[in-house]
């Protein structure tokens, strides 16, 4: 008996297509912005905030403070303190839930959009990102893109297992289009951005 | 079956009683038009960008094929087990093989258009399978017991109101609490533990990569991600249309996808599923269900690179005003009313009259489909084949002998410009299908010609 995948085939072959060729891309000029001025107006106007940091102590002071009020911190990055993310790299979904504050480090930040690559090898378990209340993305100013098209052509996008890209907390509209922050996932997003001259995390 | 052949225009017309609602409605997707239309004018190669979508999808189609393989290749190299639909009726059997070897009981599913397409749920749900939608939206008009009613916005139709009535009956939540903050929270309340019992996660796809085998789904809420990465069986299904070459292309889609459905410069998530995780069982679908079919016709395989970015509903002047559950299809509004008829061309056969053919819809599509002279051209094939409307045959014939007879065309036109003056009462009434929901225009004196007799010197 023919198999499905065959019919599929067969039935596609037969369709006398007309051979359209691949067309080549072109994004015209790359603009020279301000990228980090554009990617935290973008960020603020998709419901993140963006603060720009000298130094990787800065961010080691906020967690401390969030620590205060947040019991349960999950960190994922290893120069921060508190990195904590090897106990957690096999926790099933349900031990996550409870989870206050996620830390992950991005490797990629667009200007044109707020998103932020996030893949697997810095997510550790790649519930996290999604199940914890407030998500805390740390990004290097040199890891700023103009846009997606930067994004993928200059970077290692899709090889991992699974990656992610990150524009602000979970949200909706469904409800006669009011916009609520915060979904079913992060209720906010924060993103880190250090300054190219200082030391990077 | 006159009845059916009438059936969106009898759906609309009930739609429209509630005149209030209907205004409410059209307002609602007009401003959503016009927040993309902000996102657009942002971008100066908008036109390029929708230039190149458009040739990257075509090119996909006339290579279909090869590209299925190389991503089943790819696929199947990563740990990820590919099964090839024909139809409706397989897809959802091998769904179900999947959930049954796993003995999933609980499943819970991401919005996924062509699910719905298939009637997944229904079948599942008679196995004894429960099925959780997730998505806001798809979650509200499941619990309502009803259909999504725009492929992005499935509970557009309601308003907070009915929302909380739903929710106070199935949820518990406060009478008269209509606050939308309110709401959402208890429905994620509700899900999350959804997420975190669920035996499967069942998931649509927004862009398959034929390069690297993964594919793509983009989600505001989190809940595809959710799902998948809670539960220990992930299974996509996807038509076979949504395959693109390269990861590098989905720079193009990502960019107008979000800012053509919603305005938004992209949606809050954009995963990329390539591996399962450590412990992981992940499967893809292929499914036809007659895209084949509409490949092969030559007029209608452009509706093939459609990326379910809900513009052209948004736009719609017809699917503002009669909701989209007056389609009676999966997939509402221009769009759905050229993939109707392929499936199914006599219970469709009103969905291409559902349009003035203005053509908004094409202008806004991002992947610059021609749709409404598709909606034309199977105009044409059903009135050919009998579909159409006895009444529409009748007055369209009708219409053919006096356009064709100049003198018949003159006497016509001034006995009906005579009617309106004298017996207006004649035309504004009922049984005259222009007048209703609006008042016949004043008649002119003379016609064109009359004027040009006298006046040209």
């Known amino acids: 008996m023919i198999s499905s995948r065959e019919k599929i085939l067969k039935a596609i072959r037969g369709c006398e297509l007309e051979n359209k060729h691949l067309p080549s891309l072109n994004f015209g000029e790359c603009k020279q912005e301000d990228l980090l001025a554009k990617f935290s107006q973008t960020l603020a106007a998709i419901g993140g905030r963006c603060r720009k940091v000298g ?9 401390q403070e969030a620590g205060s009020k947040y019991p349960c911190i999950i960190n994922a990055v290893s120069e921060l303190r508190g990195f904590n993310i090897i106990d957690f790299v096999n926790a099933d979904a349900r031990t996550l839930a409870s989870t206050a504050i996620f830390i992950v480090r991005g490797s990629v930040a667009i200007a044109e959009n707020g998103a932020i690559w996030v893949t697997e090898k810095n997510i550790g378990n790649r519930s996290l990102p999604f199940l914890c209340q407030h998500l805390i993305i740390v990004v290097t100013e040199e890891d700023l893109v103009v ?45 880190f951005i250090i300054e190219s001259s200082s030391n990077k995390p | ?80 087990h590919v099964h ?28 996924s258009m062509l699910t719905e397409e298939c009637g997944l749920n229904h079948h599942l749900e008679s196995q004894g399978i429960s099925v959780v939608d997730t998505d ?61 019992e669920a035996d499967a996660a069942i998931t649509g796809v927004n862009f398959a990569v034929a390069e690297t085998g993964s594919i793509v789904i983009c989600t505001n809420e989190g809940n595809a991600d959710l799902g998948v990465h809670s539960a220990p069986l992930h299974i996509a299904c996807m038509g076979i249309e949504k395959l693109i070459p390269k990861a590098k292309h989905l720079g193009i889609f990502l960019r107008l996808l979000a ?60 699917y503002r005003r009669s909701g989209g559950h007056s389609y009676h299809n999966s997939v509402a509004g221009p769009i759905g009313a050229i ?37 034309w051209s199977w105009r044409q094939i059903l009135m050919k084949e009998w579909y159409g409307s006895p009444a529409k045959k009748a007055s369209m014939k009708a219409m053919a002998f006096v356009l064709s007879r100049p003198r018949m065309y003159k006497l016509s036109g001034k006995i009906g410009r005579k009617i309106m003056q004298w017996l207006p009462g004649l035309v504004n009434n009922r049984l005259n299908p222009w007048h209703k929901n609006r008042e016949m225009p004043q008649a002119p004196r003379q016609s064109f010609n009359e004027w040009y007799e006298k006046n040209k010197r």
Not at chain 2, 16 to 28: Q, S, V
Not at chain 2, 143 to 150: A, D, F, I, N, T
Not at chain 2, 155 to 174: G, Y
Not at chain 2, 343 to 370: E, Q, W, Y
């Open chain 1, 55 to 63: 130094g990787v102590e800065q961010i080691d002071a906020y967690i």
């Open chain 1, 147 to 191: 846009d997606m098209h930067d994004a993928y052509e200059k970077n290692a996008i899709d090889i991992d297992g699974y990656g992610v890209f990150i524009a602000g907390p979970s949200k909706t509209a469904d409800i006669e289009q009011s916009l609520v922050i915060g979904a079913h996932g992060p209720l906010s997003l924060e993103v």
């Open chain 2, 1 to 80: 079956m006159e009845h059916k052949i009438k059936d969106h225009s009898n759906a609309a017309a009930r739609f429209l009683k509630d005149e209030e609602r209907a205004t409410w409605h059209d307002e609602t997707l007009w401003f959503v038009r016009s927040k993309r239309d902000k996102a657009a004018q942002q971008l100066p190669e908008w036109e390029s960008l929708r230039e190149m979508a458009s040739g990257i999808k075509a090119h996909t189609l006339s290579h279909l094929d090869k590209y299925l393989l190389a991503f089943e290749a790819k696929a199947k190299a990563n740990g990820v």
């Open chain 2, 339 to 375: 993939l109707a008829p392929n499936l199914d061309m006599r219970k469709n056969a009103d969905l291409p009259f559902a349009s003035t053919l203005c053509g908004s819809c094409t202008n806004v599509c991002p992947v610059k489909i021609n749709i409404h002279e598709q909606l």
């Open chain 2, 84 to 111: 090839w639909a024909t139809d409706a009726e397989e897809h959802n059997r091998i769904v179900y093989s999947i959930l049954a070897k796993h003995k999933a009981k609980n499943v819970v599913k991401s919005k």
């Open chain 2, 259 to 318: 800012r053509s459905a919603t305005g938004q410069p992209i949606t809050s998530y954009s995963s990329h599923f390539r591996r399962p995780r450590k412990g992981q069982e992940m499967h893809i679908v292929l499914v036809d269900n007659g895209r084949t079919q509409q490949l092969g016709r030559k007029d209608f395989k452009d509706s093939l690179k459609c990326i379910r970015c809900g513009a052209c509903l948004n736009t719609c002047p017809v």
């Open chain 2, 136 to 196: 806001l939206g798809e979650y509200i008009v499941q619990l309502r017991k009803e259909q999504p009613s725009h492929i992005v916005l499935p509970a557009i139709h309601l308003k907070k109101e009915d929302v909380s009535n739903t929710f106070h009956e199935c949820l518990q939540t406060e009478k008269n609490n209509f606050d939308p903050a309110y709401l959402t929270n208890s429905a994620r309340i509700v899900l999350r533990e959804k997420f975190l």
